[in-house]
Structures are given as structure tokens and as C-alpha cells.
């Protein structure tokens, strides 16, 4: 009873909301800058319930009774407390909103043509969740695959947070250090080409949690955590493979007899079309990836915005690099074919808008490099050259070995591969078929390794996302909401 009076009193709010000057702009919602965020969400708020698909109350409510707090300058939510927070508001039409989130308006308010404010919270450039705002005194929470329904039990935070606030710089410092935690991304070559798992690694204080996996590609993006599909044609009598992303807390329709993801709209972008070809995947960043596409023989690199993978829509060195990084592509890219034609190679393909270029691992570091494609002897071949630019933030947030690599090497010879945290706290070490998760002391690999993992012979590292801090209780549970699973304890060789 409680239930559906609640659900009344919301319907006859939005009722209300719906007499307000609508916002222009589409349904898909338009992003406004907020005049004062804090005083929007700002106070203490209650979650009342935890929301299933059907809009009813549902789940483990492991939520119910906890307070969300927003304060100038702190957010505080499930014992954790950010301090800056950035804040994006866009207008959206409630229902088609609800259904990008599994929720179905019909659960939640009647009218289905009113517009709603949603706000996105950020924290260091981290996505924190989604409010989408019902009035003054409810509003909707969309955080860690989760949906709560919170009332407003206060104008103002409690002042602990406040207090919180004000030493905001040494509290998140102190609570930064020597947790860690990265998801790994992979991939392993099969008898039919390649398969793709995630693994989530994390430490805390040198205590290392279960390491969780799964067969799917999970990855952070600025909107929420997102999920990368590889999708054999064969089966819909096509060749080649087919990429998509989605948001993973983004509904997906069910697929009908030989449909393909893409054609039931699996992406949350325009669809494009997709030509005959394989692509490998070799880097998985927050919006761009880089593949290798396969087609009829000839072996292209191929940088693809995260957001359009399967349309025709290709990046082009200028796009990222700017006009000096083209023309230091073209002048390196015009060395490597004087080369070639030294060897009396003749039939030699053209790259004037710079597309065929992407990125490999080279001792612990991402590096950019273009490639050539010609023909010796009536065969496809191709050869890379290496660009000596660093790449930009927006293609790699982060890239840094916190040691070197021959300290690295000098600890283990046979090292392929290395990644260290951005706190500095611990190390992984891939080789042949092995992953080693080190602690790291004063300036190199501690001596007694945390644990080792066995990799599947010739699995590469396309990935590696950190999070640190409160940021790796909150992606270790989304990864497990995910679906993700532990790996049996005589995979992970503790030490």
C-alpha cells in the first residue's frame, strides 16, 4: 500500500513538472551548463527503495536507509566521500530516458512526454552516477548498475562532511595510497581467430583481492562502464566479425532470427554498415580503439572512435595530432617507402589522409606507428613505422612506468610486457604465458611476487585501466554486477 502511494504521489509530481516550459532540444537529452549544482542536489537525501526493471521495489536493497549528501565542494555515498565534483545537466524526455535504464515509465509516473533534468556527477574526471530529478524532493539514482529512489530528508549536509571537505586533499591522499586496482584486457588467439577476456586486479596494501574475470571486454568510460562485443558473421552467413560497444546499464533489445546485434541496435550511436573484414582488436581506451582490419589479404591499421565502431567513420592522424603530427606522420611514413623502393619495391598503396596508423606495446609503453601496405611478388605485405610522438591524453590517459624498464628486465629477464599503478604500490609483469603481480618497494620490483597467473599462450594485453582509491571498491562491484566471476584458486598461484 505504501508502494503505490509513493507511485501516486510521484505521478502526481511529474503531472506538475509537466506544466513547466519545456527545454528545447531532442529526446536524446542536450547538455546544459548547470547555474549552481549544489544547490540543485545540494542537502541530504534518504534512499527510500532499489528499483528492479519493472520499476517496483526489487533487488538485494542493501541500499534501503543509506544517505547521499552534497555539500559545496564533497558528495559523500556509501562510506565514501569525493571532493570537486563536476556536474553535467541535460533535459531528456522521461520515458525514452527510463528505457535506456530498463526501467519502464509505466512503473514509475504516467505522462510520458514531459521532460526531466538528469545531472551527471563526476569526480576527477571519473563518472560517478546519474540524478535524474522528480522535484525538489525526489529524484532517481542510477550508480553501479544499480537504481535507487531517494527523498530529500534535509536542506543542508551534515557538517561532518563539511569537516570532511575541509581536509578533502590529505583525506583522499591517505586514502588513495596503496590501494590499487586495473582492469586487464586481452587478447587470445584461437583455433577461429581471436577471443577477448577482462581481468579486474587489485591490491590493498599489498593484499591482493580475488581476481575476478570474465569472457567479455569491460571498460571505464566518462558516461558509466561500458562493455566492447566481437560478433562472429559466420552465423548470419557473412564473413569477417563485427564491433560493438554499448553502456552496459543501456537496455538492449532482444535479438530476432538472424539479426545481428548492430541491426537490433546494440549501440547506443548511429549504426553504419560494416564491410567483409576481421578485426583485431590491439587497444581499448576510454574513446578510441585501435584495430588491425584483415581484408582480402591486405593487413590495415585502423583507429575508431569508441562511440561509431561499426559505421565507416575512421580517424585520421590529424584528427588527434593536429596538423604538426601529420606532417611528422607523412615525413616518417615518406623514409619508411624511400626504403622500400631501395629494395625495389614498386606497387606501393597511398595513405594521404593518414588513416592506416594505430598503436603496440613496446617495453612497457604505448607508442604510435603507420603502417605500409605493397605488394612483392604478387603478394600483400606491410610494414610499420614508428612515429616518435607521444600520444595525446584523450587517446591514453595514462601511461607511466613508475620504474624503469631494464630494472624490470634486470628482475625478470624473460619480461614481454610491464604496467605499474599510478600510486606506485604494485607491478605486473607479463611474459610468455605468465602474469606476475609484484609489490613494488624502493625503486624496483619487491622481492617476493603477490601471486602469478597463467596466460594462455600468445594472449596479448590490448588494456589496462587503473582506478585507485575509493574508485576500486566502486569498479570491483560494478564488474561484479557485470557478471564477472573469481578465478579458481589453482589459476591464481598466491605467494
Not at 505522462?111 to 556527477?121: A, L, S, W
Not at 575512421?314 to 616518417?332: C, M, T
Request: charged share 20%; with cysteine.
Amino acid at each position: 500500500m505504501v508502494k503505490k502511494s509513493l507511485l501516486l504521489l510521484l505521478s502526481f509530481l511529474l503531472l506538475i513538472l509537466s506544466g513547466c516550459a519545456e527545454f528545447s532540444g531532442a529526446s536524446a537529452g542536450k547538455i546544459i551548463p548547470p547555474s549552481s549544482p549544489v544547490s540543485s542536489l545540494g542537502g541530504k537525501w534518504k534512499v527510500l527503495q532499489e528499483l528492479d526493471a519493472n520499476g517496483s521495489e526489487g533487488g538485494t536493497q542493501q541500499w534501503l536507509g543509506s544517505d547521499v549528501q552534497f555539500a559545496p565542494g564533497a558528495i559523500s555515498f556509501g562510506g565514501h566521500v569525493w571532493d570537486n565534483p563536476s556536474y553535467k545537466i541535460k533535459r531528456v524526455k522521461a520515458e525514452d530516458y527510463l528505457q535506456t535504464k530498463y526501467i519502464p515509465p509505466a512503473g514509475i509516473f504516467g505522462p510520458k512526454t514531459e521532460k526531466v533534468d538528469v545531472i551527471t556527477v563526476y569526480a576527477a574526471t571519473n563518472y560517478l552516477g546519474e540524478f535524474m530529478k522528480l522535484d525538489d524532493t525526489g529524484m532517481i539514482f542510477f550508480v553501479q548498475n544499480k537504481v535507487l529512489l531517494l527523498k530529500k530528508v534535509a536542506d543542508e549536509a551534515d557538517s561532518t562532511l563539511g569537516a570532511a571537505n575541509t581536509n578533502a586533499q590529505d583525506l583522499n591522499q591517505d586514502s588513495r595510497e596503496g590501494i590499487s586496482g586495473v582492469l586487464l584486457g586481452l587478447r587470445i588467439p584461437s583455433d577461429t581467430g581471436y577471443t577477448y577476456q577482462t581481468l579486474w586486479i587489485a591490491a590493498d596494501h599489498h593484499q591482493l583481492h580475488p581476481v575476478l574475470a570474465s569472457d567479455q571486454l569491460f571498460f571505464p568510460r566518462t558516461s558509466g562502464f561500458w562493455e566492447l562485443s566481437v560478433q562472429d558473421l559466420s552465423s548470419a552467413g557473412k564473413t569477417g566479425n563485427l564491433l560493438t560497444a554499448r553502456n552496459v546499464t543501456v537496455k538492449v533489445p532482444e535479438l530476432k532470427t538472424g539479426e545481428t546485434e548492430t541491426e537490433a541496435g546494440a549501440e547506443t550511436e548511429d549504426q553504419g554498415t560494416t564491410d567483409p573484414a576481421e578485426r583485431v582488436i590491439h587497444y581499448i581506451g576510454n574513446d578510441f580503439v585501435a584495430i588491425e582490419k584483415r581484408t582480402s589479404g591486405v593487413n590495415q591499421l585502423q583507429m575508431l572512435p569508441v562511440d561509431k565502431l561499426s559505421s565507416s567513420t575512421e580517424i585520421k592522424v590529424s584528427d588527434l595530432l593536429g596538423d604538426k603530427g601529420f606532417n611528422a606522420y607523412l615525413s616518417a611514413r615518406e623514409q619508411a617507402v624511400a626504403a622500400l623502393r631501395e629494395k625495389g619495391m614498386t606497387s606501393i598503396n597511398q595513405d594521404e589522409p593518414g588513416e592506416n596508423f594505430g598503436l603496440i606495446r613496446k617495453n612497457g609503453h604505448w607508442s604510435l606507428v603507420g603502417r605500409i601496405n605493397y605488394q612483392n611478388g604478387g603478394a600483400f605485405e606491410e610494414t610499420d613505422f614508428e612515429l616518435k610522438l607521444i600520444p595525446p591524453a584523450n587517446l591514453i590517459f595514462y601511461d607511466t612506468l613508475v620504474l624503469s624498464w631494464y630494472k624490470i628486465k634486470d628482475r625478470v629477464p624473460d619480461a614481454l610486457d610491464a604496467f605499474t599503478s599510478p600510486n606506485k604500490d604494485i607491478a605486473l609483469v607479463k611474459t610468455k604465458n605468465k602474469l606476475t603481480i609484484y609489490p613494488i618497494g624502493t625503486e624496483q620490483l619487491g622481492v617476493t611476487p603477490l601471486a602469478e597467473l597463467d596466460l594462455p599462450e600468445g594472449a596479448t594485453v590490448i588494456m589496462a585501466e587503473w582506478g585507485t582509491g575509493s574508485y576500486v571498491d566502486s569498479w570491483e562491484k560494478s564488474f561484479l554486477v557485470y557478471g564477472a566471476q573469481a578465478l579458481a584458486k589453482d589459476s591464481v598461484r598466491m605467494r
